[in-house]
């Protein structure tokens, strides 16, 4: 008569017999998973970076790798099964319009890190999107007017909902001065030029989004809104007032003043 050994095998880290469906740091990971990536089960952020390993995969980054962590820049970021998720829902076309969805790009900032558009969204914030290229005198103008040189007249709230991160500002380059495609050159420079903290300097090398935009507003600069989940709000070509006004409708008040 044979008889039948069931055997349990615990999962073992540094000689202690640990559940391999708990979560002992309380990352968002269970301890099997990470002995399966190879992350620290007693910390939360295994290589330092300041998101935790949890945080990490689910914004498909790697929790052992400290330079895929937070962006330099102090920009947000989002889960890739939000972004996927909204990449693969309305339709985004050849040229932008109100109510389509704007595509999902990954770009360059002025500290050479690929930027992922889609980060910004999902956050409860506009998000808007200036078309610009550095020889592009209103663009300049643009730029320095969000740092505070009132170059234009236009409703200063909303250089304030900038400041105090009620909306999200990206500028997007297409072109440099010598009417080149952007590179991460450009971007570098621009920032420099105009340091403002709050602002990603994406560098277009491809000119898939300034066509996207050009292709209608047919004019440098051209600036669009969409909302957190990147359906476009309003777009228009040059600086307006009533397109700023928009902005400024953001501003909660606090800080930002001037």
């Given at each position: ?5 069931l055997?349990?095998?615990p999962?073992l ?14 990352d968002g ?8 990536l ?6 939360a ?32 970021r989002?889960?890739l099964?939000?972004?996927d998720e909204?990449?693969?829902g309305?339709?985004?076309g ?8 704007f595509?999902?790009?990954r ?9 992922d ?9 506009k ?28 409703p ?8 105090n ?5 990206l ?20 920032h ?25 507003t047919n004019g ?6 969409v ?21 400024a409708?953001?501003?909660t008040g606090?800080?930002g003043?001037e």
């Open positions: 008569m044979s008889r039948r050994i055997t349990i095998v999962l880290f540094a000689g202690a017999c640990i559940d391999p469906n708990g979560d002992e740091d309380g990971l269970t301890n099997a998973e990470e002995q399966e190879g992350t620290d089960w007693k910390i952020d295994s290589d330092g970076d300041g998101y935790s390993d949890g945080e990490e995969i689910g914004y498909g980054l790697d929790p052992l790798d400290p330079t895929s962590g937070p962006y330099e820049g102090g920009w947000p989002q889960t099964a939000m972004k909204i990449e693969n309305r339709k985004s050849s040229e932008i319009d109100v109510g389509k969805r595509p999902r790009v770009m360059v900032d002025q500290f050479g890190e690929v930027v558009l889609y980060d910004f969204v999902g956050h409860g914030k998000v808007v999107i200036d078309i610009a290229a550095e020889w592009c005198g209103p663009c300049n103008g643009l730029a320095a007017w969000l740092d505070g040189d009132d170059v234009y007249d236009l200063k709230d909303a250089r304030k909902a900038v400041a991160g009620d909306v999200y500002w500028t997007v380059l297409g072109e440099n001065n010598d009417g080149d495609a952007a590179s991460k050159k450009t971007s570098k420079d621009w420099k030029a105009y340091p403002n903290p709050n602002i990603p300097v994406l560098a277009d090398e491809d000119a898939d989004t300034v066509q996207y935009v050009l292709s209608v440098w600069p051209s600036v669009v809104m909302n957190d989940s990147m359906t476009v709000v309003e777009f228009a070509g040059g600086v307006g007032a009533d397109f700023m006004q928009l902005v409708d953001e501003y606090g800080g003043d």
